[in-house]
């Protein structure tokens, strides 16, 4: 848990909260419970990468709607990263990190 993914149906980046399985007719599925990020409009001033923040919307997807790479979103520490509700900003790590 903790993980944060692509959403297929939403085109959305997520973060994996939680999973658990329904069973209808017979049959289990596994779900995911997420939390949805959106894009800010600035930039992180010296990576020059993208800042991110959770929006508050929280839904089910089933595990179709995941998509499989895996995303590097990393809070920022300190003041620089706190908005002013408490809330910390995320920075998506677009890099390939097989070099760092």
Same mark, same amino acid.
């Given at each position: 848990?903790?993980?944060?993914? &692509?959403?297929?149906?939403? +085109?959305?980046? /997520? ?16 779900? $995911?419970?997420?939390? $949805? ?19 508050? $919307?929280?839904?089910? /997807? ?5 998509? *499989?790479?895996?995303?590097? /979103? ?5 003041? +620089?990263?706190? &908005? ?7 920075? *998506?790590?677009?890099?390939?990190? &097989?070099? *760092?």
């Amino acid at each position: 848990m903790g993980d944060f993914v &692509q959403c297929r149906r939403t +085109a959305e980046i /997520v973060r994996l909260d939680k999973l658990f399985v329904h069973t209808f007719k017979q049959e289990r599925r596994l779900f $995911a419970w997420v939390s $949805a990020l959106e894009r800010k409009e600035e930039k992180d001033m010296v990576l020059d990468l993208p800042l991110m923040r959770f929006t508050g $919307a929280r839904f089910v /997807v089933g595990l179709p709607s995941i998509d *499989l790479p895996k995303l590097y /979103v990393v809070p920022l520490a300190g003041n +620089a990263g706190r &908005q002013g509700n408490g809330e910390v900003d995320l920075l *998506l790590v677009e890099w390939s990190i &097989q070099y *760092l």
